[in-house]
């Protein structure tokens, strides 16, 4: 790897680039190295090729001009700018300079090329100039010039400047795309295609950036396909059982399983019946019948003599499960919960050591220091994204050869399971138990909530339940939203009903008692914040009130949507927007409104607004990626899974030519990791 010694160096190891420089240009390029500055893409370009005459600059547009400068002309009072009078054949302009003097070498008689943004005073054209370069060095313009996102204290010259080094820096380096592909996408070379994107004589084409983001995506596809062939290929157990205990539960259930449940269940059971480890994400929609695959997921373990686990991320929502597993499963079912104290506890415990109870809920106190199991075959985790890495790692560490099994009601685009769960397989449950409610979606401006109150009268008055989600706990300066103790104060006023009020900032034991609350009908308005997002199931609630749903995520919307629909009654999701919508807003609360498909909800709200830091531009757009864009490039992204599975079935090692050209580019984008995984 010493060819990459240049790239990987630190910035401060560029000529010209001191101490000081180099840490603000990490900051900027969210890196120390020099490849992270050759990863930091422009956003736009500006064309200064568009050579004007005076006459033809038109206000508030950019213009590259041949001009004679002559005169100079100082402020006559403080603060006025400094101006210099040019001329060319079709008239005169002036530059202005506000709190600083002109060039020095602006004076009469002198010929420069000017490029800048014009203006026009009344009669007086005026420009500001961006370049100034003498008539005679023309060429010196930079007349394609890349737009990179700045920080204060950089510069757009700085930034010109260091990359200029940093392209110097780039070794020759091997090819590691196949020839056949490169001719087929008329792709250049790596160094050609970062000259060309990053200080381009001409306007970079498409495919120049697009070989650079399937590097990435190349790079990223062959770490996640390497750690799941490394993933299945851990020694494991086989877990079979007679089917005996699954079906005195489905005989409880009382329903037969849907097609989807049946297909997932059978995935799931010839992973464990394989001689390795278990990593499998079960998708499924909100209401679609999770919990009961899980339940005979778990059934099973303990057919083949083993225990199993489910972790839930809230109290609630383990009490929840805690209740279906006893419900119906015909062996003893164990809770275990950070509330879990006093002689509970200690009998818990002993029965998960002594093998008395083989199936456990609970929170992350599942799998803290001083619960031993004794024989943890499968584990599972319910809305897995909402744990810590080490809170997932720590359960394969609580039993010999522990299968896993992780389930998540949030809709995951196609794309991010490529990008972001591609080291599992993946199970996904299409379809709704019969019986679930269609749920009427209507949009509402928020100066109608005096209307929509009106209308929550009317199903509190039939004995309906209502949950109304506030996006805040309280009222914020910067943000002019309803806040949930603001909103509860007014509702608790308006109406005779008992009330709830449930929010991230209430001692845990009082919201517990708030949803409970909810849940058995001793109160029948809820205000809450999207803690109610997962497990609470209250099939007597038909109404769900969100206000400012454009702050939400659609997500987010359609799991609070999932919270209604569970009884026999008809149901309705009122979505309270504000006025000034932008058209994306209103496209992504339109399509949450027309369909109740979780799936399609999730691909066409990444390919709107990106996909955000699911695991999470953040809050919007592509996390993690410096070249690749998963929404536009996801054509790139799948033929690039197609050939991380091609290269590691021809060079598991990657310990051939092109292999080792492949390692080059792994390190450069930061997949090390893998590699030193890969070699051991």
């Known amino acids: 790897m010493a060819i990459l010694a240049p790239v990987l160096a630190p910035l401060a190891s560029l000529r010209g680039i001191g101490a000081g420089r180099a840490e603000k240009l990490a900051k900027l390029c969210g890196g120390e190295r020099v490849c992270d500055l050759l990863f930091h893409m422009p956003e736009n370009y500006i064309d200064n090729r568009n050579q004007l005459t005076l006459a033809q600059a038109q206000p508030g547009t950019l213009a590259t001009v041949r001009v004679e400068v002559v005169a100079r002309l100082s402020p006559d009072r403080e603060r ?13 302009a002036q530059l202005v300079y506000f709190g600083r003097p002109p060039p020095p070498e602006l004076v009469g008689g002198r010929h420069f090329v000017i490029s800048g943004k014009a203006d026009k005073y009344g009669d007086v054209t005026t420009l500001q100039p961006r370049h100034i370069v003498p008539a005679a060095d023309a060429a010196g313009l930079p007349w394609i010039e890349p737009v990179w996102p700045l920080m204060r204290g950089i510069t757009s010259a700085d930034l010109r400047a260091a990359m200029v080094r940093a392209l110097g820096a780039l070794p020759p380096l091997p090819e590691w795309h196949d020839a056949a592909l490169m001719k087929r996408e008329s792709w250049p070379g790596f160094a050609e295609a970062l000259h060309a994107v990053q200080l381009p004589a001409d306007m970079p084409e498409p495919r120049h950036r697009a070989r650079l983001a399937y590097d990435e995506l190349l790079a990223h596809q062959i770490a996640i396909t390497w750690n799941r062939r490394a993933a299945r290929a851990r020694p494991g157990r086989a877990l079979t059982g007679d089917g005996a205990l699954r079906a005195e539960t489905l005989a409880r259930f009382g329903h037969p399983l849907t097609d989807s449940q049946a297909q997932a269940l059978a995935e799931i059971d010839a992973d464990l019946a394989a001689p390795r480890r278990m990593l499998r994400l079960l998708q499924g929609d909100v209401g679609s019948g999770k919990t009961l695959v899980a339940t005979l997921a778990m059934l099973r373990a303990v057919e083949a003599g083993g225990q199993a686990a489910m972790m839930a991320p809230t109290e609630t929502l383990a009490r929840q499960h805690f209740r279906t ?27 998960l050591q002594n093998g008395r109870i083989p199936l456990v809920v609970g ?3 599942l799998f803290q220091e001083g619960v031993a199991y004794r024989d943890l075959a499968l ?28 389930m998540t009601a949030t809709p995951i685009p196609r794309t991010l399971l490529l990008t972001q769960w591609g080291e599992m397989q993946v199970s996904r449950l299409l379809e709704k138990p019969a019986g679930r409610q269609k749920i009427r979606t209507t949009l509402h401006s928020v100066a109608t909530i005096g209307d929509v109150i009106d209308g929550i009268a009317r199903a509190l008055d039939r004995g309906d339940q209502v949950f109304w989600v506030c996006p805040l706990v309280s009222e914020s300066e910067l943000l002019d939203v309803a806040a949930a103790e603001a909103r509860y104060a007014i509702l608790k006023a308006r109406f ?11 001692d845990t034991a ?18 809450a914040t999207t803690v ?14 969100v206000e400012h749903a454009e702050r939400f995520g659609l997500a987010q919307l359609h799991q609070l949507r999932g919270r209604v629909g569970r009884g026999s009654t008809n149901s309705y999701c009122l979505l309270l927007h504000d006025d000034a919508l932008t058209e994306v807003a209103r496209r992504r609360l339109m399509l949450l409104r027309d369909t109740d498909d979780g799936f399609a909800i999730a691909d066409e709200d990444f390919r709107i607004r990106g996909g955000g830091d699911l695991l999470g531009k953040r809050q919007s757009g592509q996390p993690g990626w410096r070249m690749a864009d998963p929404v536009e490039h996801e054509g790139l992204l799948r033929m690039a899974s197609r050939d991380a599975a091609h290269v590691l079935d021809r060079d598991p090692r990657l310990s051939t030519e092109r292999g080792g050209a492949i390692k080059l580019l792994m390190r450069l984008f930061g997949r090390g990791e ?4 890969l070699g051991a």
């Open 80 to 92: 006025q700018p400094w101006k210099v009078t040019v001329r060319d054949a079709s008239g005169f």
């Open 496 to 506: 005779a009903v008992p009330l709830s009020l449930a929010h991230g900032r209430q």
């Open 532 to 545: 109610i997002e997962v497990g609470v199931d209250v099939p007597a609630a038909s109404v769900m009130v």
């Open 363 to 365: 929170t992350h106190a």
């Open 510 to 527: 009082e919201r517990e008692r708030q949803l409970a609350d909810f849940a058995a009908g001793r109160s029948r308005l809820l205000v």
């Open 379 to 406: 584990a599972i985790i319910d809305e897995q994204h909402r744990f810590g890495v080490e809170q997932r790692l720590s359960m394969g560490a609580k039993g010999l050869a522990t299968d896993v099994l992780v």
């Open 674 to 677: 893998s590699l030193r995984a």
């Open 325 to 351: 597993l006893s419900k119906l499963c015909p062996v003893p079912v164990g809770l275990l919960t950070g509330s879990t104290r006093g002689v509970g506890r200690r009998n818990t415990l002993l029965g």
